[in-house]
């Protein structure tokens, strides 16, 4: 019997062999399982670390394709996907989840794009209105709503891109507009920080305020001093990526040593006040009221929306004794189309029509607009000049 030991130890091999074989005994053998996920989704241009391609899947969930074929690699393309997860693999994307692509094909033939955009007037072939998104693409509707043509509103917008439609206008890409809402505001800041120089990624300076750190992308090198106490007001940039990864990205509108100015910066509705002859005032968000010094024609409009930064004037006397008198330094955004009372004639219109003649609103080669009053005559007159000689 002990001769035959050799020959029991062989059958056991063997037979442990085939057991681990056939997965009978597969200790982390689900570790290594693959999740296999298919959908319908978007091929999108994602303009992070270089650029790269992503599928945002119909669900939401956003999937980055490591081998995604060359064809597919279209802004909006519509697809039909079936990924395989891969759970372990790390990407200097960091933008959705790593997958490998089993099958892909195109989901239908419409190519849908969307964006947030700023809506932007082109003084070309007579001049039209194109939407510039954030990251730099040009596209150009053709059924833009008229309310919507005004050069400098931030929009929302989907569209169905238009491969066969030509155009005289030879810019951007010809889309359809299936929907488009206005972004209302952008994010400003104001206070007194510290300029502090931060000793990582080769050096750079930062603002270091009471609720946070601040990165300026736009400090004036007589402003590099570390230590220094300054008052500023900024813009703060919501998307943008910075090699410092320290701090909020900000765009310094105005900056000044502390106790040397007073800024303003926030979001209000521009307001007419029937007082002293009538002037325009802006009623902030929070209630304050301000008084512009030298506000621009543009933005004379009763309910318009606005961010603005502006730099209390202390020492000046007011007719109108109405509001904190400011200097505007800066519009980031305005919107006529926003506001409660969006659309009402503003005083010189009205007051045009009131007196009986014509008004019509007409365009500068800029996009931006003006009104004139037309009398009976043929002749005509600027809406304000008008309204401020007769009124």
């Not at 085939?18 to 319908?40: F, K, L, M, P, Q």
């Not at 569209?159 to 206008?169: E, F, K, L, P, R």
């Not at 929306?305 to 730099?311: C, E, I, N, P, S």
Request: some cysteine.
């Amino acid at each position: 019997m002990t001769g035959s030991n050799p020959n029991y130890m062989v059958i056991v091999l063997v037979l442990f062999g085939a057991i681990v074989a056939c997965g009978c005994i597969a200790a982390g053998g689900d570790e290594t399982a693959t999740d296999r996920v298919s959908g319908n989704g978007t091929v999108t241009y994602i303009d992070l670390e270089g650029g790269f391609y992503g599928i945002v899947a119909d669900d939401g969930e956003h999937y980055l394709p490591t081998d995604l074929p060359a064809e597919y690699r279209q802004d909006g393309l519509r697809v039909a996907f079936v990924v395989d997860i891969m759970n372990e693999t790390a990407t200097i994307q960091q933008w959705g989840t790593p997958a490998e692509v089993v099958e892909i094909a195109a989901g239908d033939t419409r190519r849908t794009v969307a964006a947030n955009a700023t809506v932007t007037y082109i003084d070309l072939e007579g001049g039209f209105y194109g939407l510039v998104t954030d990251d730099g693409r040009n596209y150009l509707p053709g059924n833009l709503p008229a309310e919507y043509r005004q050069d400098g509103l931030s929009v929302q917008f989907s569209a169905d891109v238009q491969d066969d439609a030509a155009g005289i206008q030879m810019w951007g890409t010809p889309v359809e507009i299936r929907s488009i809402e206005v972004i209302e505001g952008v994010l400003l800041v104001s206070g007194n920080a510290t300029v502090t120089y931060i000793d990582l990624e080769g050096g750079f300076y930062g603002l270091v305020a009471g609720d946070g750190n601040y990165l300026p992308l736009n400090l004036n090198e007589t402003r590099a001093v570390d230590g220094t106490n300054v008052t500023f007001a900024a813009l703060v940039k919501e998307n943008t990526m910075t090699l410092q990864q320290w701090g909020t990205p900000v765009e310094v509108i105005a900056i000044d040593r502390a106790g040397n100015a007073t800024y303003v910066a926030t979001t209000g509705t521009v307001t007419y006040v029937d007082l002293e002859g009538g002037f325009y005032g802006i009623v902030a968000d929070d209630g304050a009221k301000y008084l512009p010094l030298d506000l621009n024609e543009t933005y004379r409009v009763d309910g318009m929306r606005l961010a603005f930064v502006g730099q209390v004037s202390h020492d000046t006397m007011t007719l109108q004794q109405w509001g904190t008198p400011v200097e505007i330094l800066a519009v980031p955004w305005a919107c006529s189309a926003c506001g409660e009372t969006a659309g009402i004639a503003n005083p010189a219109a009205a007051w045009c029509i009131e007196q009986g003649h014509a008004y019509e609103i007409r365009q500068n080669p800029d996009g931006s607009e003006y009104g004139v009053c037309i009398f009976a005559n043929g002749t005509e007159r600027d809406e304000w000049d008008y309204y401020r000689q007769t009124h």
